[in-house]
């Protein structure tokens, strides 16, 4: 599949997906920086103390989210306000517990 980066702009990633954890939360907001869509990725390990430290946290474009995870493009239309909790079976996305859709 080709991918325009541009298309996209930029996820706010945990580390520790970009390390090979599995997703476990996202959700979308608007973001005051143009160049982010506003989706959020945590793993399955972030607590709220890993989640306070930006830090913790990397820049992906459409291209890299792909490689780790090609249904969040999906969902990547998804209004502001969606949250998606992830669930797995064998280390394999299976559904959503929960999407919250505002419009």
Known sequence: ???????????????????GLPIRYSFREKSPIPQLNGWNL??????????????NF????????????????????AHYGTDLCWLYEDGVCQDSCRISLFF
């Open 1 to 19: 599949m080709e991918i325009k980066n541009s298309d996209y702009g930029g996820f706010i990633v945990s580390k520790n997906i970009n390390s």
């Open 42 to 55: 945590y793993s399955t390990i972030d607590d709220d103390n890993y989640i306070s430290n930006a830090d």
């Open 58 to 77: 990397i820049v992906l474009n459409a291209e890299s989210i792909y490689r780790i995870s090609p249904v969040i493009l999906e969902v990547f239309d």
